[in-house]
């Protein structure tokens, strides 16, 4: 027990939880920026999955297949160390130099680095891949006479699919697609291996520097439990909403 | 494309430095990945049939631990076992042993509510039928419940076993000389084509793990067959 008491002993310094804070910011951030766009791509790749033409379909297919059955982090090694030895010379030093535009006194946007950008990159596209197959699962939700409804108004197919069938599609799949983000924010702890600030990267850089290693890995598994659970309370309030949305109709 | 820096250190990523040294590289992989997929089997098949059987305070509880090891990233988890095991065992556990542990421990958690479900899916009658021929109810979770239960959670066995796969490459983190590793390590010492080197790593893992995708589909399409 003595030994358990001394891992308890002291808590953590305040410098070094404004480390991990600062790391629990990096994954916020990443998580809501891969989110975002993992939607985005999720849906045209849904769309290009549904489609009736063959060289739609295939590319999608092949796009599930590769990056759903190859491990993340060799995806970011992959995109990390391998594209950027692809890429002109120039471009690099480019994506590598700090660059920033002042808006006014107080705004100034700064280019992400050149590891963010790539985590950004590679985890969007992972999270693409299992984004779009739950779109796709809220799209067969919709019922067919949807679609028909859809033409019979005059929608072409596409127009079809994007003011009738993917809003219902969204909010089908919305409870599995919450899960999806929960899995993002799990996810960004893989970019510390491209050296990325976030707060599995803190973490360990507190328990190297302090050697308490049960405060650092504690505060930091408290902060993602946060996280997922905040996300578990936002999903629980967006379905009441519609719930409650749905009732006003009827 | 230059293919002569995969020759040149083609055993190296396939199996490590063995005989000489340790096992590792795609071989060390393909270990982890067996044993912790028959480890979180194991652990999803009983926490499964526990948070069926369970009522009250024993199902809560529960359920919150397997939400906790939902929650937290492997990376977090492979950590704590990293750090934690030595101290509880009060022995040098080896890194391959604690990240067999966390993947086990995560997988188990996301298997026992597939197991769960699919113990739920069996209809009420099975269970009265089973009960009404004077069979006890652990009886009849064995020989009547399991069995169709089982058939049906085959799929989501397999898919966990393929994230098994990817999340083996986490080991890397700690230092085990798996397949992710051993790339690393190559990279970092031949400092030129990294495109061709992770690409090629990234093909070991894509037919291992496409080709356990396909061995279900077959093995569910044989069920599928010899049922209806």
């Avoid at chain 1, 308890?8 to 891969?34: E, H, I, N, R």
């Avoid at chain 1, 120039?90 to 994506?95: A, I, N, P």
């Avoid at chain 1, 409804?149 to 919450?178: D, E, K, M, S, T």
Wanted: charged letters at 10%.
């Amino acid at each position: 027990m003595t030994e358990f008491q001394t891992i308890l002993g002291q808590m953590l310094a305040p410098k070094y939880l404004g480390w991990l804070l600062d790391g629990l910011w990096m994954t916020l951030l990443l998580s809501a920026v891969v989110a975002v766009f993992s939607t985005l791509l999720g849906i045209v790749i849904a769309a290009a999955r549904s489609s009736r033409q063959p060289w739609l379909v295939l590319p999608a297919r092949g796009f599930l297949s590769i990056f759903r059955n190859t491990p993340l982090l060799v995806q970011l090694f992959f995109w990390y160390f391998g594209v950027s030895g692809l890429l002109p010379e120039s471009s690099v030093e480019w994506l590598n130099t700090v660059h920033s535009v002042v808006l006014g006194p107080y705004l100034k946007l700064t280019w992400p680095s050149f590891e963010l950008l790539c985590a950004i990159f590679g985890l969007s596209l992972y999270s693409a891949a299992y984004v779009s197959e739950e779109i796709r699962a809220g799209m067969r939700g919709v019922a067919e006479a949807q679609r028909l409804a859809a033409a019979a108004l005059g929608l072409n197919r596409w127009q079809g699919l994007r003011y009738v069938i993917l809003p219902q599609a969204v909010r089908i799949a919305l409870p599995p697609l919450l899960g999806q983000y929960m899995n993002i924010v799990k996810n960004t702890s893989l970019t510390m291996a491209i050296g990325l600030a976030e707060l599995s990267y803190t973490s360990r850089q507190v328990e190297a520097q302090t050697f308490k290693t049960f405060q650092a890995f504690g505060v930091a598994t408290l902060f993602y439990i946060a996280a997922i659970a905040l996300i578990e309370t936002l999903g629980q309030l967006i379905q009441r909403r519609q719930r409650l949305a749905g009732a006003a109709q009827r | 494309m230059q293919l002569s820096v995969l020759t040149d250190n083609l055993p190296y990523l396939l199996w490590g430095a063995y005989p000489d040294g340790p096992l590792g590289g795609a071989a060390l992989t393909v270990l982890l990945s067996v044993g912790s997929a028959l480890a979180s089997a194991l652990l999803g098949l009983v926490l499964g049939i526990a948070l069926s059987l369970a009522r009250g305070w024993p199902q809560l509880l529960l359920t919150m631990v397997l939400g906790f090891f939902r929650a937290i990233p492997v990376l977090m988890l492979i950590f704590w076992t990293y750090f934690l095991l030595p101290i509880v065992f009060h022995i040098d556990v080896p890194g391959v042993l604690s990240v067999m542990c966390a993947l086990a421990l995560i997988g188990g958690a996301y298997l026992a509510h597939s197991v769960h479900a699919g113990i739920s899916g069996i209809k009420a009658g099975q269970w009265d039928a089973g009960l009404s021929l004077g069979m006890p109810r652990v009886a009849v979770l064995r020989h009547i419940v399991l069995p169709q239960a089982l058939q049906m959670m085959l799929p989501s066995f397999v898919n966990q076993w393929v994230t098994l796969i990817k999340d083996s490459s986490l080991a890397y983190i700690v230092g085990v000389g798996e397949l992710s590793f051993v790339a690393a390590q190559v990279n970092s010492r031949v400092m030129i084509y990294p495109a061709e080197i992770f690409m090629f790593i990234g093909l070991i893992y894509f037919v291992l793990c496409s080709g356990l995708g396909l061995f279900a589909d077959r093995v569910a399409a044989y069920f599928q067959a010899s049922t209806t």
